[in-house]
């Protein structure tokens, strides 16, 4: 779809870079809402004055933010807090437009992680479509690849999802420093959150490749995070990743997601291997049934890295 | 293939002896008795494994279902049998253990795993705590019997959390 009118619901680092890149994409965002608030223009909003009160005084206009759900426009690009069980308010947003036969481009995990059969079934009644490529690593064309490939070509998903786990794994190897060390670093340079927990616990991971899953299984079974067995990166010590160095091997917070189901867990992997990414980088291995392993790798997060992918996504959209 | 059963082969038996005095002649009682006629015994005395036996490989010589028979003597007869004829044990399966390995008795804990999960242990790394309360670490190499490193790791994820170790275990399948 091209010239589409963009309802941008969030206006954190991935709905401000979607509002900042939309126009070099051909696109014109009519409305954007944050938490309390929305600005609202069928013919286009200011990007450049709606960002800069936002910096300013923490609001993006003077509209309700509700009043974003029933501005006019194609698309809703979902980029609100991802939660989990309801997975609420993205739930509702998602339904609202698909209800009024508009299309929604979610960066927002939670829906398609915990209620994709609700949010398949919604499209099925609606003239409007979704797509999710920005949930799942960022930048990097995963659910696009899968697509490409038909689903019932793939036979597993796995890889580094998370850049947050990766980073501190990759520092504690490298520099000898413990968990809590490069912990603090990590949150002094923001690739950690000041609470980490959904990185380090491997739910952020989870969250992915319970999407991946849904994805691989194309409905006939679903996937949430109940679903998955997971475990995160606070409990190894770096003697841990000591011992796997002079093995030639280091540890990744690696998740799979196949037809038996999603794990997430720190794994002893080739030092030199793709898996072995460093840094915040991601990866994902796919496995096919005809053309062996393929790696995909690039900036799995990231205000926008996560935005050209929602914009791609919108591109992809047909009308 | 058709007369490989009758056929008087040559079968290498490899043991793991302990320490003692007798051990070795112990061990190889089953094997006359069942009518299995030695050739050769290969005991290196310097080489021992990081469980501190002492590896022996005994060539025999026997039609193949009286071999069964030795192997299964040997085995009631308490004697270590790391590998014998087909029966390979030849895939490695390379785990960390983490948590506190020391006051949880390592020592019951890889004789379990080597009992329990079938496998044989080539060798272990001890790592203490790098941090003030840091649990320890353990790199433990197996070899397991083709075909089995599932249903290994499986009893080790048993064993390890009857003890609240964490395993921290390779990417199964992952070649570079
Ligand atoms: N950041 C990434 O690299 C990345 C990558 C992939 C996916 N994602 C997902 O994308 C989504 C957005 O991420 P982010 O990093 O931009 O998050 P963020 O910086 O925390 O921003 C969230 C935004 O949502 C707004 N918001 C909260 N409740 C809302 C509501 N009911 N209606 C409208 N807006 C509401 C917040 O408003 P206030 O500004 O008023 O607080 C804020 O602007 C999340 O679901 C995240 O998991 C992020």
Redesign the pocket.
């Known amino acids: 779809m091209s010239g589409a009118r963009l309802a941008v ?8 870079s979607v509002v900042e890149l939309a126009a070099e994409y051909g696109h014109t965002v009519t409305a954007v ?5 929305a600005a609202i223009d069928p013919d286009g909003i200011d990007t450049a004055a709606v960002l800069d009160r ?1 910096a300013d005084s ?2 993006v206009g003077d509209a309700d ?1 509700d009043a ?1 759900l029933d501005a006019e426009y194609d698309v809703l690009v979902e ?4 939660t989990l069980d309801d997975a609420e ?2 739930f509702s ?1 998602v339904a609202h437009a698909l209800d009024r036969d508009r299309h929604a481009v979610l ?4 829906p398609v992680a915990e209620r994709y059969g609700d949010l398949r079934e919604l499209e099925a009644d609606s003239d409007g479509q979704i797509r999710f490529e ?2 799942v690593g ?1 930048a990097i064309p995963i659910c696009s690849t899968i697509a490409d490939f038909g689903a019932g070509h793939i036979t597993a998903a796995r890889g580094v999802l998370n850049g947050t786990a990766n980073f501190i794994l990759s520092r504690m190897a490298a520099e000898g420093l413990d968990y809590e060390h490069v912990l603090a670093e990590a949150q002094d340079l923001g690739v950690a959150e000041a609470d980490p927990t959904f990185d380090v616990e491997g739910i952020d991971a989870a969250l992915k490749f319970v999407i991946l899953s849904n994805v691989l299984a194309a409905g006939d079974q679903e996937f949430t995070l109940d679903d998955a067995t997971v475990d995160g990166i606070t409990d190894i010590p770096g003697s841990a990743l000591d011992l796997a160095a002079e093995d030639g091997r280091t540890i990744r917070l690696i998740g799979e997601a196949t037809p038996d189901g999603v794990t997430v867990a720190p794994r002893l992997v080739p030092d030199d291997g793709p898996l072995s990414v460093t840094g915040t980088l991601n990866i994902v291995q796919l496995e096919t049934t005809h053309a062996g392993r393929l790696n995909i790798s690039g900036r ?4 926008p ?2 935005a050209t992918a929602v914009l791609s996504d919108v591109s992809r959209l047909t009308e | 293939m058709s007369d490989t059963a009758s056929e008087v082969q040559t079968h290498t038996i490899r043991l793991e002896l302990v320490d003692e005095p007798g051990e070795l002649l112990r061990a190889l009682e089953p094997i006359s008795e069942a009518g299995g006629n030695l050739m050769s015994i290969h005991h290196e005395r310097g080489n021992v494994t990081p469980r501190g036996h002492i590896p022996v490989e005994v060539d025999v010589s026997c039609v193949p279902d009286r071999f069964e028979r030795i192997v299964d003597s040997l085995r009631e007869a308490g004697v270590n049998v790391i590998q014998a004829g087909a029966e390979r044990y030849d895939e490695e399966l390379v785990v960390l253990l983490v948590g506190h390995l020391v006051e949880t008795d390592l020592s019951d804990t890889l004789q379990q795993v080597e009992s329990c999960a079938n496998a044989s242990l080539t060798d272990l790394s001890l790592s203490a705590p790098r941090g003030n309360d840091e649990s320890s670490s353990a790199r433990v190499r197996l070899k397991t019997k083709s075909g089995t490193t599932e249903e290994a790791l499986a009893t080790l994820r048993d064993i390890a959390a009857e003890k609240d170790l964490h395993v921290i275990e390779p990417l199964t399948g992952d070649q570079p």
């Open positions: 619901l969030g206006a954190g680092a991935v709905g401000r809402a944050d938490s309390s608030s936002k923490g609001v933010a974003a980029a609100t807090p991802t308010p993205g947003h960066a927002n995990k939670g920005a949930t960022g799995g997060a990231g205000g890295e996560t």
